[in-house]
């Protein structure tokens, strides 16, 4: 009698137009687990696109944060929830591509665990640098660096973090050496460098815009194929005279592996339409953040290239967490 019930909400589904699960299921929210605390790209992106998601599917969504382990803390909920297109995961670049070479033990296997959805935005990294470190162009600073290795510190927001992986990918394309100066958090890293306790650092824009901004940091150059429009004189690092250097925090949607085809290309679908809207791309686009909304296969496409190329950034530092 269940499986009746439940074919016959499912035709009606389709027969109105809601999304099939939001008529199986016409009390349960959706829920979207950003993985990381609130205040963050992550909460800020799953934030922005509940309301939409609540408007365009007819189904209360709510975010969820369960921060804690690199992420992966919030993606082991997601990646052993039903897979019926109420449970989704913000994912960050380094929950799918980066952490399982990070950990000795992952709690998943993100390369089966998930059904990705689309690319909600990407956020390039940018190379900023103190006045103490006696450089104004990228240029500049790979020089001094030939000339001095390991002598320009350079901080991140810890080992094994974007920020600490985007240093071994600029020592690894300028064929240079820089002394890594891992902090708890970007935060006390950007104060630091503010105060001039080291040289620079490779990271996203927010913490360091406003300072950039005052002068009193220098932007050198973006980790990114096109400049961006918060800071467009900085020039790309292919600009700068490195190419090749490329390095971003980008964040998606995924849902749980299995999760049904047609659920998957309805939250493709307006998730896309979400973020393609002018008003939302100018209001991220101030904090540095490109909004994307791409096709589920090229998505699906994306991930692999993103892991292999991050793997071998991995080894490269040899870095290890528990």
């Known amino acids: 009698m269940k499986r009746c019930t439940g074919v016959l909400l499912a035709v009606l589904g389709m027969l109105i137009g809601a999304p099939v699960w939001a008529q199986t299921y016409p009390t349960k929210p959706v829920r979207i687990v950003a993985p990381f605390p609130p ?5 800020v992106l799953a934030r922005a696109l509940a309301p939409e998601l609540q408007a365009a599917l007819g189904q209360q969504v709510i975010v969820d ?18 897979p019926d297109g109420h449970t989704l995961l913000l994912a960050s670049a380094g929950i799918l591509t980066i952490n399982e070479f990070l950990y000795g ?11 990705p959805i689309t690319v909600v935005g990407d956020m390039p990294n940018i190379v900023v640098v103190h006045p103490r470190a006696g450089v104004s162009t990228l240029k500049e600073l790979i020089d001094k660096a030939k000339a001095q290795p390991g002598k320009l510190d350079f901080g991140s927001a810890g080992n094994g973090t974007t920020t ?4 071994v990918l600029l020592e690894q394309a300028a064929k240079i050496k820089l002394a890594h100066v891992p902090y708890k958090g970007a935060a ?34 973006w980790a990114a194929p096109q400049r961006m429009a918060i800071l467009p004189d900085v020039p790309t690092a292919t600009e700068a005279g490195l190419p090749g250097f490329e390095a971003s925090s980008w964040f998606a949607l995924v849902a749980p592996a299995g999760t049904p085809k047609e659920i998957v290309a309805k939250l493709n679908a307006e998730a896309a339409k979400i973020l393609k809207d002018p008003k939302m791309a100018e209001q991220f686009a101030q904090r540095g953040v490109r909004l994307v909304g ?11 290239k993103e892991r292999a190329r991050w793997g071998e950034i991995v080894k490269a530092s040899g870095v290890k967490l528990e």
């Open 164 to 167: 600490h992986l985007a240093i």
């Open 39 to 43: 205040g963050g790209v992550a909460d």
């Open 105 to 115: 033990k992952m709690p998943f296997d993100p390369a089966m665990a998930f059904s």
């Open 65 to 82: 944060n369960k921060p804690g382990a690199g992420g992966n803390i919030g993606a082991e909920i997601v990646a052993k929830a039903e």
């Open 188 to 221: 006390p890293a950007v104060q630091d460098l503010v105060a001039g306790q080291i040289d620079g650092l490779v990271d996203n824009p927010p913490l360091v815009l406003p300072h950039i901004k005052s002068g009193a940091l220098k932007a050198l150059a």
């Open 294 to 304: 791409n096709s589920t296969a090229e998505f699906t496409a994306f991930i692999p």
